[in-house]
Structure formats: C-alpha cells, structure tokens
C-alpha cells in the first residue's frame, strides 16, 4: 500500500509557467522527501522537508508541508522542458527508521 | 564513483524461469534498497539491508523472491519460477547511514512473456 497520494495525477502547463503539486499522506512522519523521475529512468531526490519545518526553498523549487493536514505542496517556478518527468513524494515509515513509502506521482509534461 | 549501477538493464525471460539481478552501492553506502515499480505508479518497497544483514522484507516478496548482499557491498535480487505479474521495472537505491536522502539506481526492466 502506498503512504502519500499526489494530486493531480497529470499536469501540462506551458513553459515558464508555474507548477503546483500535492501530495496527502496517512500517518505521523518525521520528513517527508519529492524525488523526480524521468521517462524510464531512475529516481533523483529533489529536496526533503523535515516534520518541524513549514517552508524549504532548493533554487526554483518550493517545498510547504502542513503536519495538522498530513499534506505536502511542491511549487516548480518558471517551468523548462527539462521539467518535464513524474515527481514523486515519499515519507518515511514511522515504524521503520529507513523504510520510505512513496506516493503514485504526478506527470508533469511541459509544452514548449 | 558515479553512482549506483544495475544490471541487466532489461530482461526478457519466458515464464516459470529464474532471473537474477545485481546491484552495485555507492561505495561506503551501507544501506541498500530494493524497490518494484510498475506502470503509472510509485516504486514499492521490497526490502532493505543495512550492511550484509536483510533487516527488513515487505510482504510484496513471496518466497519466491530472495535478496542477497554477502559482503555489505553488492547486491542481487533473484526471482524463482518468474510469473507474467513479475513484469515491471526493480529499482535499486543506496544511503549511508544517517542520511534519509536515498540514491537510485537506473533500474532493471523484467518482462516475463
């Protein structure tokens, strides 16, 4: 079973524009990380937000978690078409130190 | 050290056959990941070693899947007697201890005809 549901499942904006996505998870968490995935490809971890912090900023991207609404938001500002690729959020399992469990991703497909 | 690699990078086997793939950590990375993702979804954890030891194992591996990492370096992942529902891609990913970031792997992509 998967922990974090991201919201929408698809996305396609035109480049330069903003980009929102969300993601609502079950359980209590220490952090919770959004990770990119490109076509086929492996997954590269974009930014992680601790359970104690509101707001994190990593160059064009903005990470907001509300712990009282077990939800997450992951703002891509001036969108390029390298952007284009599924983002995932995954949150660490609270009974397990290690284990991560990641949500069903968003596809994000930006058009020149 | 580039990264973490993974071989095959695909694999076409016919079904009922045994298949088997390696995973190689960043070095001194002592936690290693296994994940399947299947299409249109997130990677799935299956199971998760802290140096040699196999400390956990989602229920997602039947006893017909069985995870190795002898030396706490390399990994691999067998599949026994491989079903046409064991399609999908299996990711690797490697951590050092302390850090939750996880770094992954290209993927092996399994295709059970």
Known sequence: S???????????I?????????????????????YRQNSGRGLVHLILIRSNEREKHSGRLR????????????LITASRAADTASYFCATDWYSSASKIIFGSGTR????? | DTGVSQD????????????????????????????????????EFLTYFQNEAQLEKSR????????????????TLEIQRTEQGDSAMYLCASS????ETQYFGPGTRLLVL
């Open chain 1, 14 to 34: 035109q480049e330069g524009e903003n980009a929102t996505m969300n993601c609502s998870y079950k359980t209590s968490i220490n952090n919770l990380q959004w």
């Open chain 2, 8 to 43: 095959p990078r695909h694999k076409i086997t016919k079904r009922g056959q045994n298949v088997t793939f390696r995973c190689d950590p960043i070095s001194e990375h002592n936690r290693l990941y296994w994940y399947r993702q299947t299409l249109g979804q997130g990677p």
């Open chain 1, 2 to 12: 998967q922990q974090g549901e991201e919201d929408p499942q698809a996305l396609s």
């Open chain 2, 60 to 75: 997602l591996l039947s006893d017909r899947f069985s995870a190795e990492r002898p030396k706490g370096s390399f990994s």
């Open chain 2, 96 to 99: 050092p201890s302390g850090e």
């Open chain 1, 108 to 112: 994000l497909s930006i058009r020149p």
């Open chain 1, 63 to 74: 990470v907001t978690l509300d712990t009282s609404k077990k939800s997450s938001s992951l």
